[in-house]
């Protein structure tokens, strides 16, 4: 309430009241547990651009939340002002599709999220620690092949290393046994691909080559990680095949004689 008196000691009458509300407390905003394991960067269908998913809460009990905004970096990165992106606030909920920069290239490693909220008269919450760190795995799992004779006989095993460092490690090798000349065909068929087994400790692979194959052949692997990478190592290796078994042909040929006793 307020009222005034001149100098000669009149005093007014107070009006009704007005209430003021101060707001000085910064709201509160919360983020919901990424995943603790390393993921795929999950990409942008438009943009091709890799990109991660986050939700949290923003509350304010003072003029209300005005925006949340998050920032994603390399994990042990110097803060910085540049990169921040906002996300929509719907109630208390926000949720935000972080984009990369598609300048960024591979997004692979572990990154820190930060986060900070502004309400509706300009407090805005700290930011100046992670709320959480995310680990992304976009490499794919390297694959070898073991020295091989020039020809592929019967019960013949092939085998090999793999390894997937920093991920999950490795869910898949798999082998593709080509004739070199459907290989050479730039047309050709997708390749058949076979499925190998991979040990325990994930670091090693066998291959029993199929009976019944007698041909020019070319080897192709192809490696998954937990997560989808995927890479394939075309040719890696050219050679004779031959697990077919050894036929014998029998060609009879008319004399144009008879016996007549029969």
Known sequence: ETR??????????????????????????TLDAPPVVPVRPTT????????????????????????VQVLVLPAGSQLR??????APVNGSLWSLD????????????????????????????????????????STA???TLDAVDDVIGAATTLAGSVSDPGGLGVAAVQVSLTPVE???????????????????SLERWSFAVPDGLENMFQIDLRVVD??????????MWKGVIDTAAPRVEVTVAPTGKSDARR
């Open 4 to 29: 005034a008196v001149d100098v000669a000691g009149n005093t007014e009458i107070a009006g009704p009241p007005q209430s003021i509300t101060v707001d000085g407390v910064a709201p509160e905003v």
């Open 44 to 67: 942008d269908p438009l943009t091709d651009q890799s990109l991660l998913e986050l939700s949290g809460s923003a509350t304010d009990s003072g003029s209300g939340v005005a925006n």
């Open 81 to 86: 002002e540049d990169g921040w992106q906002t």
């Open 98 to 137: 972080y984009m990369f920069a598609s300048s960024a290239g591979a997004v692979t490693g572990e990154f820190e999220v930060y986060l900070r909220a502004v309400d509706a008269v300009g407090n805005e919450s700290s930011d100046v620690s992670p709320r959480a760190s995310v680990t992304f795995d």
């Open 141 to 143: 799992p390297e694959v």
């Open 182 to 200: 459907d290989a050479a065909n730039s047309g050709r068929a997708a390749p058949v691909w076979q499925q190998a087994v991979v040990n325990e």
């Open 226 to 235: 937990a997560v989808g990478n995927e890479r394939v190592v075309p040719a």
